[in-house]
C-alpha cells in the first residue's frame, strides 16, 4: 500500500482531536480504493462507525443487517445527510473484494464504506473510537467489538456511541439527535 | 487489569502504534492512563473554597405546564435559573475556563462554575424556569439541549427531567427556549392520605440529564446544590434539631476534571468506560482551602464525578480524623453514626458529616483526602465491602482551623428516626430483577439494550416493590440510581446491610453495585404516576444505554 504522508487538515479543538485520532493514512475500499479517512469519509459529514470482521458468526451479522434497517428508515437522507463506515476487525484476512461481496449481500450501493488495511492502523483506529475493552481477554476477542456503534457529527465535535442492538427507529432517532 | 496492563500486554506482543503516543505514568495516584494528556500544573491550596450563593425568588409568572395537586396548599415560589457558557477561574494560576453552568436569573455575573444552590421548604411548593442560553451553535463536547433532574426529589413526572422527548411528551429544550418546572415538597404519601414526615431528604443536586450527552454536559458544569428544610433540619441551628447552620453547613461538591495546556476542560469523547479526570475540584475550584472556626460544621459531600469513586478521608498530619454521619440521599439518618472515619461515595452519592473542629488547636491543618484507588471507568480497586483505600491519596480540601465561635449544641442522639420495611410488606411485595451486564461491548439490562419509547416495567403505583439489582460481573462496579422514590436497603449479597445504607437507619437513592454484588431494595412509588428512568449514575455507561424505563400506573 503506497501510504505517502499526508498533511491533516487544520482543526481546532476538538475536531482537531478526532482528526488526530481518525487520522488520513489511507485504508482500503470495497472497490480497492485508497481512502484518506478522516478527510474523505469523517470530515464535515454525520457518520455511523462501526467494526465487523466478514466471517464473523456472532454479532456482526446483526449489526450489519441492522445498519441496513437504519439506511432505509433514513430513505434519501442517507448518503446525503448520514453516512456509514465499517472497519475490519480482521485486517489480515479481510480483503476489498470480501467487503466487495459483503456489500452487495447488504444491498449496498452508496454512502457506505467498509475498510480494510493495516492490522496496526485499524488495531490503533479501534481503540482509539471505543471500540475495545479494559479486560484484555475480551479486548482479544474480536467478537466483542462488533455490537456498538459511534455515531458523529464531525462539524459539530459531537459523539456518541450505542449498541447495535437497539430498534432500528431508535437508532435513526439517536442520529438525529447528533445530527441535530 | 487496565489499560496501563493492556499497554504492557501489548508491548511483549511486540507493540502497537496506538500506544506510542500515550505517555506512561508510574505514580499510582498519577492520572489514569489513557488519550489525554495531563492537565497543567497548579499550586494547591491558594484559593478560597467557592460558596455559590442561594437561588433568590423572581415575581411569580405564568406557568401554564405546571399542575400542583390539591394538597399543595400553600402559594409556590417562583425561581428562574439561566443556564449560559461562561468563562470562571477554576485556578488563579490557569486562564479563565469555559465552562456551562446555571445562574440564578436575579444575578447577572455568576462567577462561580457551579449553579446556585435551591433551598426548598416542606410543603412549599416552589416553580423553576429553567432558560437555555447555551449557544445553539456549539462546537466541541456537550450538546445545548437540556432537560433538569432534580436529583432526589419526589416530584411529577413531567417536572422529574426525563431523558428524551417522547411523542406527545416535550421533555427537551433547546438553546433558546425554556422549561417550567413544578416542585410541589409535599410528603410522599400525600395522595393516599398517607403523607409520611419521615421520608424527607437533606441534600440534593439537580442535573442535566439529557439522553446520550448527560456525562458531557454535568462535566461541562450543569450541577447545582438542592437542599430541603423543615421543622427539624430547620437550616437554623436555634431551632429544631439545631444542627450547625448558616456558614457552618457548608456543601462541598466533589468533582474531578482533566484540563488542556490552555486551561480548557478536556474529554474524551471516544471513552465511554467512564471518564476520569485528574484535577480535584470542590464547588468548581482546583484543590481550594477554607478556614473554620473552632466549633461543628456541617458537610454536605456530593460525589459530583461522572465515573470516579470517592473514598474520603479527613487527615491531620497523616492522622485518619473521625467525624459523625448524619445523612445520606435519603435525608438524615434515625440516628447518626458516630466516629465514622471514611465517606465513601459513588457517582452522584452525598452524605452529610459534622466534624468537631473545637478539638484542634487554632492554627492546626487538616485535608480531605480522597483515599480509594481507581484506575479506570470500571471503580475502584478492592470490593464495595473492601474497597481498596490507600496511605495517601488526592488532597481535595485544605481546613486551616482558624478562632473561637459560639457552637451548636451536640448532635442528638436521634435524628428523622422512620419505620423499617416490615415482613409483612415484604411477603406483600411484587418482586423483580434487574441484571446490569456489559455483553460484546455494549450495556444492557436484563439481557437487553434499553429503549425508552417503552417501559421495562410497569409499576402500580403505591404497590410494594422489592427490586433485586444484580451486578453481571466483569469486574464493573455499577451506582444505580432509581428516580421518583428513596429505596430501602433491605439486603446486600444476602446479608443485612452496613448501617449507612441499613433499612430502619438510611435510605438511598444511589445503590452502589461493587463486582458481582446482588442487593435488594424495597420501594412503595407514590403520589405520580407517568415514565420515570433507573440507570447507573457512571455517567458515561448511562450514556451508553445503561438505563431503562420504569412506568408507575
Ligand atoms: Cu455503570
Known sequence: ?180 | MNRRDLLRLSLVGGGLAWTQRRPLFANPLAPPFDDLPPSPATTPFVTTLPLPPVLTPVAPFSAPDVTFPPQAVNPPTYYKIISEERFVSLHPELPLTRVWGYRDANVANWPFAVGPTIVGRAQHPIVVRHENQLPANHVGFGVPEETVHFHGGHVEARSDGFPEDLPNYDVVFGSGQHYDYGYALLDPGFSHGAADPTDRPATMWYHDHVLDFTAQNVYSGLVGFFLFEDELDTLDETTGLRLPSGEFDVPLALQDKRLDAQGQLAYDVFEHNGFLGDKWLVNGAIQPFLVVKRRKYRFRLLNGCNARFLGMRLIKQGVVQRFDLIATEGGLLSQPLRNRDLVFLSPAQREDIVVDFAQYPAGTVLFLENRLRQDDGRGPSGTFTQPEIQDRGAKFLKIVVGGDAADSPPIPNVLRPFAAITQAQINGATRRTFEFKRRNGVWVINGQPVDLTQPMASVPENGLEIWRLKNGGGGWWHPVHIHLEFMHVLTRNGQTPAPDERDGIAKRDVITLGPNDEVEVFFQFRDFRGRWVMHCHTLEHEDAFMMMRFDVV
Open chain 1, 1 to 180: 500500500m503506497a501510504a505517502a504522508p499526508v498533511e491533516l487538515p487544520a482543526l481546532e479543538g476538538e475536531r482537531a482531536r478526532t482528526a488526530e485520532l481518525v487520522g488520513d493514512a489511507p485504508l482500503v475500499d470495497q472497490t480497492g480504493r485508497e481512502r484518506r479517512v478522516f478527510t474523505e469519509l469523517v470530515r464535515d459529514r454525520v457518520v455511523v462507525i462501526s467494526f465487523v470482521y466478514t466471517r464473523c458468526q456472532g454479532s456482526c451479522p446483526g449489526t450489519t443487517a441492522k445498519l441496513a434497517r437504519v439506511r432505509d428508515l433514513l430513505g434519501e437522507r442517507f448518503g446525503r445527510d448520514v453516512t456509514f463506515v465499517t472497519f475490519t476487525l480482521d485486517p489480515e484476512r479481510a480483503t476489498p473484494a470480501d467487503f466487495a461481496e459483503y456489500a452487495r449481500a447488504h444491498g449496498v450501493t452508496h454512502g457506505w464504506t467498509f475498510l480494510t488495511g493495516g492490522k496496526e492502523r485499524l488495531d490503533k483506529l479501534r481503540r482509539d473510537l471505543g471500540f475495545y475493552d479494559l479486560d484484555p481477554v475480551l479486548d482479544a476477542d474480536r467478537t466483542q467489538h462488533a455490537a456498538m456503534l459511534a455515531i458523529g457529527n464531525e462539524p459539530r465535535g459531537r459523539w456518541m456511541h450505542l449498541p447495535a442492538a437497539l430498534p432500528a427507529d431508535a437508532i435513526v432517532r439517536a442520529i438525529e439527535r447528533v445530527a441535530r
